[in-house]
């Protein structure tokens, strides 16, 4: 089959786009490489069944080219940032919410027959209701969070209106190899890895007694192809169902590790969400969706990637 990654020289999207060239299918890599990397995607450069489009999802006209002939789209592109889009309200909602219109428009003309759209766990807020299910009232608390519920409504709508099957998919915290540890705003578990590597301390926002539901990229990809395989439609949380503390975090990446660094605890981040955990059990049941990795097992493996 031919498929669409949008954001495939990502993070989440090059691990999709492996997952689909590894099935044999014929694979376009959709990205504007702002935060995608080109070595994220550079083993799969003598692979003939893998195209390159260097664009913006901003830009019908080349998404629509794109989308010819599609039989399905991932849709991982986006500004995935809860900070930048404070920053910059307006550049978050072009991209990631008249970009997912974009996408939907292309794939609705194109005749393709399904979206697998990335959301995020931002669309629940702060509520302290725990754990988060799906048929909870959105409380978008940032720009980002409105941005990704737009796109969830925009998927929902076009699927009832046009025909266009979709799925939204609810990242909790998604870590693994290929996140990029870089940025002032990278994953924690990737941050974490990274000093830990380099002997250098591990910084905590605030007492470190938040939670999060961890969700290792394998896991995370084989939710996507269920998605697209199955008959379903819909939104669905997509984590591990199980809370760690970011003072537990500290304490597997330096023991999985195998190094000892000190533990700085500067104040907690503006606007951070205190304690995160999913309900899985709709994708358990619909998307037959079963976490394999323990963070355990998702920390060797990210760190020995790291490395
Ligand atoms: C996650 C998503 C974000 C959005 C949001 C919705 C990631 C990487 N980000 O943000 O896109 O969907 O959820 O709520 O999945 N921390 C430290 N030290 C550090 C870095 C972070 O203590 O060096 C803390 C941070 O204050 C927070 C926790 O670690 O309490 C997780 O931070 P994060 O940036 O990895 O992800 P989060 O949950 O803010």
Redesign the pocket.
Known sequence: MRFVVTGGAGFIGSHIVDSLAGLGNDVIIFDNFISGRKENIAHLKENKKIKVIHGSITDLAILRAACESADGIFHEAAI???QQSLQNPLRTHETNATGTLNVLLAARDAGVKKIVSAS???VYGDNPILPKHEEMIPEPLSP?AVSKITGEYYCSVFSRLYGLKTVSLRYF??YGPRQDPRSE?S??IS?FIMQAILGKPI????DGE?T?DFIFIDDVVTANIHAMERDVQGIFNIASGRETS?NKLEELVTSVSGTKVPVIYEP??SG??RK?LADISRARKRLGFEPEYTITKGLEHTISALR
């Open positions: 995935a940032s809860v995020s766990a931002a980002y915290n998604v705003y994953g924690v941050k910084t905590i926002y605030g938040q999060r970011l907690p981040r951070d969400i995160s």
